[in-house]
Each structure stands twice: as structure tokens, then as C-alpha cells.
């Protein structure tokens, strides 16, 4: 998925037509934000492998030129992940990657919760090798301040402004997975058991939405923990996003739930809304996973109905339209950032990469 003609990782591979010896992919796009999750991934392969994954530099060189390029990047969840990847690999670099991530918070106001949980993971790693503790300190209770009273949920965004009206209730699986992740990362970098608890809460309620096929359900009502529309169930989620957290958690002290990281594994060689004869998510010739199963409705219809009705009645379903468009479209395309959490969450773990025998971070 690397694009040496721009030195840079594609943002998709998708199918652009088929023929009979099977689909025929390309690249499109560009993108840093995922460049700098396979480097975050990458660092825990050893150096060969490294230079295979990354058009023949190695880990600590590709991090170099990702920090080498923040000067253009003005969105602070990209500035995050590259200060992650530099503090992850004790990257010489470090606090010039910090001064980045710094000169982008400047300007205060609401944040998405993704952004402030890379934030948080990124200083987490970091704060044995400089001084975070004030930016830190101020994620971190910007992460544990923005549930709403009750719930167990993770909001989409930590305040008003950055959301239309009528979704603000609305929060997705990736609001929950990296919050828990960097919480648990936090009380591992320096014993937080407030942080612990709310990760551990979360968590918990994710696993008990879990679907019977082991699927992780997509959107969530943050005022109420209930579900808001489960589909499209990403591939991604099944195979790393999910297992990363919870692993991270029970390293950390959380409950295991590797009955729930199990059936989410189980999903992606037989999904069960493609039936029993339908296909694997797994390409392995083809190197690939596709992106996820979803209802094909137009517009995101049945996503929009449900986010609107659960609005003003919390756990309401629109049944006929959920009987119009059954989740049986497969997305077929590939992001990098997939595999760069797939190696990362079987790989890595809450220490560095140097710490790791076999690894070469």
C-alpha cells in the first residue's frame, strides 16, 4: 500500500474490477494519519521486516520523516499519532515532535475523542522521556470529564460546536476503543485508578452490546450506552481495534475478555449477515482484508433514521427500514492503517518495542 512515487502510504486499496483469476485493486489516495499507524505497528517487526514494510527505511527512519513532515500537518489527532510512533520508538526527535503537538492545542475548545485519546496514548508512552505532565494531566481529564452522567460511554466529541444538533447523542465503536486503550496506557505509565475504572466501564458495555455473530456494533447513544445502528461491522474493529483495547486493559489490570476478542476473530472468516456459503472477509492471495459489511442503503438512510428517532425516544428502532436494507453488501477495499493496528495489537504491548526480544524498534 506504499506509494514510492510520492514516498508516501496510500489512503485505501480498493477492488476496481474483477476478472477470472479474481478482484484487481488499486491505490487511492494519500494519507499520514495512517502512514503513522503503520509506523506505530512496524516498529515491533525486526529490522528486515521493517525495511520490506516501509519501502526499504526502517522504523526509527520512517518516523523521522514523519516528524520531518508536521510542520504541514494541522490536524492534532495526525500530530498524535506521529508523537505516539516517536515516543514509542525513544525517537531522538521526540520533543520536536512534542512542540508540534503542543503549537496545535493551542487554540482551546471542544475536541473529537479520538484525537484526545491519541493524545493521551502519545504522552502516556512519552512521559519517561520528557516533561508532559501538564498537557497530560489536561487530556486526561478532558477524556474522563466528557461522559455524560451514567453512562458508560465515550461521547463522539468532548463539548458543543463540533457536531450537528441532531448527532451530538451519537458516538462511535472507535470513540470507545481508543479511550479505553489509552486510559489503560495511562494507568500503566503511572498508576491512574480513576482512569482504569472508567476503561474498565466502558469496556464492559461494549462487550455486553456485542453482537451474537461476535460482531462490534458501529454506533452508540453516549447518553445512555445503548445501541443507536449496528452496521456497517468494520473488519478492522474484529480483527485489531477491539482485541488492541481490551488486551491493553487486562495488561493494565482490567478484566480479561478474550471470550469476546475470540468471537470478534471468529466474525471475519464467516460473517454471519453474508450467510453460510458467503465469503470470508480474508483475502489471502490477495494480501487484504475487505472493510466491512454494511446495508448498501442510500445515503446511509436507515444510520440517519435511527440517529434521529433515538434523539428524542433513546433505543428506538426503525424496523422496516432495517428489513428494506439487510447488512449483505461486503465494502470492498483495504486501508493500511488496518494492518498497522493488526501488527501493533498482536505484536506489541504496553511496553516499547526495544524492550521486546526479536523486535527492533
Keep these: 500500500m506504499y506509494r514510492p512515487e510520492t514516498d508516501e502510504f496510500a489512503f485505501t486499496r480498493a477492488a476496481a474490477s474483477t476478472d477470472r483469476d479474481g478482484t484487481i485493486t488499486e491505490l487511492r489516495g494519500v494519507s499520514i494519519r495512517y502512514a503513522a499507524i503503520v509506523a506505530l505497528g512496524a516498529q515491533w517487526l525486526d529490522n528486515a521486516t521493517q525495511r520490506q514494510v516501509l519501502s526499504g527505511r526502517n522504523a526509527a527512519d520512517f518516523t523521522a520523516m514523519l516528524i520531518g513532515r508536521l510542520p504541514g500537518v494541522t490536524n492534532l489527532g495526525d500530530a498524535a499519532l506521529i508523537c505516539w510512533a516517536a515516543a514509542q520508538g525513544r525517537h531522538p526527535l521526540l520533543p520536536q515532535a512534542l512542540a508540534r503537538l503542543r503549537a496545535l492545542d493551542e ?44 453512562s458508560p460511554l465515550f461521547p463522539h466529541a468532548t463539548g458543543t460546536g463540533l457536531l450537528p444538533w441532531y448527532r451530538t447523542h451519537v458516538a462511535c ?30 469496556a464492559g458495555r461494549i462487550c455486553e452490546l456485542q453482537g451474537e455473530g461476535g460482531q462490534w456494533w458501529w454506533h452508540h447513544d453516549a447518553r445512555t450506552g445503548a445501541l443507536v445502528e449496528g452496521y456497517p461491522v468494520y473488519s478492522v474493529h474484529q480483527h485489531a481495534m477491539a482485541p488492541m483495547a481490551l488486551l491493553d486493559l487486562a495488561e493494565a489490570g482490567g478484566s480479561d475478555r478474550l471470550p469476546e476478542i475470540v468471537r470478534g476473530l471468529e466474525w471475519m472468516t464467516g ?91
Design 107 to 150: 487554540n482551546p475548545g471542544p475536541r473529537y475523542v479520538v484525537e484526545a485519546a491519541w493524545v493521551v496514548a502519545a504522552l502516556a508512552a512519552g512521559r519517561s522521556q520528557a516533561d508532559v505532565e501538564d498537557i497530560l494531566k489536561r487530556f486526561r481529564d478532558t477524556l474522563l470529564t466528557s461522559r455524560h452522567r451514567g
Design 271 to 361: 460473517p454471519v449477515e453474508l450467510g453460510d456459503d458467503g465469503p470470508s472477509m480474508i483475502l489471502d492471495d490477495a494480501g487484504l482484508t475487505w472493510r466491512k459489511v454494511y446495508r448498501g442503503d442510500p445515503r446511509k438512510l436507515v444510520r440517519a433514521a435511527h440517529g434521529l428517532t433515538t434523539r428524542a425516544v433513546p433505543g428506538a428502532r426503525v424496523r422496516p427500514l432495517e428489513r428494506i436494507f439487510r447488512p449483505a453488501a461486503v465494502d470492498r477495499e483495504c486501508r493500511p492503517y488496518e494492518f498497522g493496528w493488526l501488527l501493533f495489537t498482536w505484536l506489541g504491548g504496553l511496553g516499547l518495542p526495544s524492550d521486546t526480544p526479536g523486535s527492533a524498534g
Design 173 to 202: 465503536f472507535a470513540d470507545q476503543v481508543y479511550p479505553i486503550q489509552a486510559l489503560a496506557r495511562l494507568h500503566h505509565s503511572g498508576d491512574d485508578a480513576a482512569a482504569l475504572a472508567a476503561a474498565e466501564e466502558c
